[in-house]
C-alpha cells in the first residue's frame, strides 16, 4: 500500500461546471502533463411510464464507498502511469441537466489517461455503494439499478 | 448477541436501522433466513451484506456487535 490518504469523492448536490473549469486549470502547472482525460455524468430527463425524471437523490454508504474508491485509485495508479486521478460524485439531490459525477486523469501522453478513466467509470458504478432515487415531476419516486 | 443492521436504498425503506437481538444465530446465512422472515419484502429483493465494512460474498460467522449492512444493487454515477 502506499502512503495516500483516503480521499473524499462526495458533494453535496450537483457538482458545478465552475468547479470542474478550476480543477482543469489547476493542472496548468503540472507541466510534465501531456494528456487530460474527463468523464462527466449528468442526469438525465427519462420518462418512465408517461412519468420524467425530475432529478435524483443520491445516497451511499459513504464510509465502505470511501474506502472502496481507495482501493480502487490504488489499483488504478499501479496499473497506468498517471500523473494525478480525481473523482467526484453528488450526494443528495441533483436536477435533470446537472452533473452528478466527474472523473479526472491526466498523465504525460494521452492513453494511460483514456484509459484509466474509463476503467475508473466502469469500477466506480459496479463497486461503490452509492444508491441513485429517481425523483419524478410528480413527486413518486424509483430506485435505479446499474447495468 | 447483539448485531447492528443498517439498510440503504430501496432497503432503507422496508428496514429501519436498528440493534437486533438474535441468540440463536452465528452466520451472516443464518442471518439472512431470519431477516427474510422478518421483512417478507426482503425475500422478493437483490442484495448483499457487509458486515462491519467488508463485502460478503460467501457464508460469514457473526460475533456480537458487528455492523451489518444491507445493500441492494449499487447504482452510482
Redesign the interface.
Known amino acids: 500500500m502506499s502512503d495516500r490518504k483516503i480521499k473524499n469523492i462526495f458533494v453535496s448536490g450537483k457538482i458545478d461546471p465552475a468547479f470542474i473549469a478550476e480543477s482543469i486549470s489547476k493542472h496548468s502547472t503540472k507541466t510534465a502533463i501531456g494528456g487530460h482525460s474527463i468523464f462527466m455524468?449528468q442526469v438525465r430527463r427519462d420518462e418512465i411510464d408517461g412519468k420524467f425524471v425530475a432529478g435524483i437523490d443520491?445516497?451511499?454508504?459513504e464510509?465502505?464507498?470511501l474506502?472502496k474508491m481507495h482501493q480502487i485509485r490504488e489499483d488504478i495508479f499501479e496499473k497506468y502511469p498517471l500523473s494525478c486521478l480525481h473523482v467526484h460524485?453528488s450526494l443528495g439531490t441533483v436536477l435533470a441537466g446537472n452533473i452528478?459525477?466527474f472523473v479526472f486523469t491526466s498523465s504525460a501522453h494521452r492513453k494511460p489517461a483514456i484509459e484509466a478513466c474509463e476503467e475508473l467509470?466502469e469500477r466506480?458504478?459496479?463497486?461503490?455503494?452509492?444508491?441513485?432515487?429517481e425523483i419524478f415531476e410528480d413527486n413518486s419516486h424509483q430506485?435505479?439499478?446499474?447495468s | 448477541m447483539e448485531l447492528e443492521i443498517?439498510s440503504?436504498?430501496?432497503i432503507?425503506e422496508v428496514i429501519n436501522n436498528q440493534r437486533i437481538d438474535v441468540s440463536g444465530l452465528s452466520t451472516t446465512d443464518e442471518l439472512k433466513a431470519y431477516l427474510e422472515k422478518s421483512f417478507p419484502l426482503l425475500s422478493e429483493m437483490k442484495y448483499k451484506l457487509?458486515v462491519n465494512?467488508n463485502?460478503i460474498q460467501e457464508n460469514h460467522d457473526l460475533k456480537n456487535n458487528d455492523i451489518i449492512?444491507i445493500?441492494?444493487?449499487?447504482?452510482?454515477?
Open positions: 455524468g443520491y445516497t451511499a454508504y464510509e465502505l464507498a474506502e460524485h452528478c459525477l467509470v466506480l458504478k459496479a463497486e461503490l455503494p452509492i444508491w441513485g432515487k430506485w435505479k439499478e446499474n | 443498517i440503504f436504498g430501496k432503507a457487509a465494512k463485502i449492512a445493500m441492494p444493487p449499487f447504482s452510482g454515477g
